[in-house]
């Protein structure tokens, strides 16, 4: 099979394959990589594969690193994935809670993965307070979840209903091994308190910040707190939406002997917003399906 490096220019064997790889190396280098691939598929006679992989978006630094760490390690995204329709599935308070732990301990991990393809790049470092929000981002979106899936993400959407579950993005992030074991008790601290840890230095210790420094954490400081702002008024409104939905099923149960029909009505309205929350990552994973079936069908009547 052909690569990515320039070492073999001939058209690759797996198309999957390879464009895992492009989105999976270098960030610097995606559009040499893609391009090289088009090249060698279009030079082989595979013109709208060749097309296709021209129109690879470049992704941006944040969706590159996710797809990087999930390109490198599969299992830690499987771990967001699941916990992800956990939290969707949740139906009381307690299933809210373990989901949401669960959530933000998965998060941390693949963010764990994706500093680490960073790092290893030579690029910018990311870190946990830009990875972890972007990770519980795509998870609270079916379309971004998909591409991630497959190691596509070109960008990180806007913070979903899962984004007020981010922690706080202050101070430098521990070890992996030490996150795991903290408790997540500090994501409901006002965001003045979670801004102030990220404060810049003052002028009496002006020799170890510049004052360029000190403007970007600023404005980093107050991007924090719109962002929580936000983002903990959508998780509110998901909150309230889930404990409102589980007393209504409480209630039909509890009065299932002599009004049936109410509780099969509250039953079907749990499963059909169970099948709107995985339709739109179904209908996006089989259009791509479909895409790449019928590539392979013209490709064999050319």
Same mark, same amino acid.
């Given at each position: ?8 220019? *001939? ?6 394959? /390879? ?8 960030? @610097?280098?995606? =559009? ?12 082989? *006679? ?21 797809? %990087?760490?999930?390109?490198? &390690? ?13 939290? !969707? @599935? ?11 732990? +669960? ?5 941390? $991990? ?18 946990? #307070? &830009?990875? =972890? ?38 101070? $430098? ?11 997540? !008790? ?18 009496? #210790? *002006?020799?170890?910040?510049? /004052? ?12 924090? =707190?719109?962002?929580?702002?936000? %983002? ?44 709107? +929350? ?21 490709? &064999?009547?050319?």
């Amino acid at each position: 099979m052909a690569t990515t490096d320039g070492a073999d220019t *001939g058209p690759p064997d797996d198309l999957d394959a /390879a464009i895992g790889a492009i989105y999976g190396g270098p960030l @610097d280098e995606f =559009v040499t990589a893609r391009d090289r691939v088009a090249r060698a598929l279009r030079d082989a *006679g595979r013109r709208d594969e060749a097309a296709a992989v021209r129109k690879l978006a470049k992704p941006k630094r944040l969706a590159w690193a996710l797809d %990087a760490a999930v390109l490198a &390690e599969r299992t830690e995204f499987d771990r967001v994935d699941a916990a992800a329709e956990a939290l !969707a @599935d949740a139906r009381s308070g307690a299933d809210v809670r373990q989901a949401t732990n +669960a959530l933000r301990g998965a998060a941390r $991990s693949l963010a764990d993965v994706g500093s680490e393809r960073a790092a290893a790049s030579g690029g910018a470092a990311l870190d946990q #307070s &830009e990875l =972890v929000p972007a990770v519980l981002a795509v998870a609270a979106d079916p379309e971004a979840l998909a591409a991630l899936r497959a190691g596509r993400l070109v960008d990180v959407p806007s913070a979903g209903a899962f984004g007020g579950f981010a922690p706080s993005p202050a101070g $430098s992030p521990p070890s992996r091994a030490k996150r795991h074991a903290e408790v997540d !008790a500090d994501t409901s601290a006002p965001p003045e308190s979670r801004a102030r840890k990220q404060a810049p230095p003052s002028a009496a #210790s *002006g020799d170890r910040a510049s /004052a360029r420094e000190v403007k970007t954490a600023e404005r980093a400081a107050e991007r924090a =707190v719109s962002q929580y702002e936000a %983002a903990r008024s959508r998780a509110e409104d998901a909150a309230h939406a889930a404990e409102r939905a589980a007393a209504d099923l409480t209630a039909a149960e509890n009065r299932r002997r002599s009004a049936q029909r109410e509780v099969e009505a509250a039953r079907k309205r749990l499963d059909e917003a169970r099948r709107d +929350a995985r339709r739109a990552a179904s209908e996006a994973q089989q259009a791509e399906d479909a895409a790449r079936e019928a590539r392979a069908s013209r490709a &064999e009547l050319e």
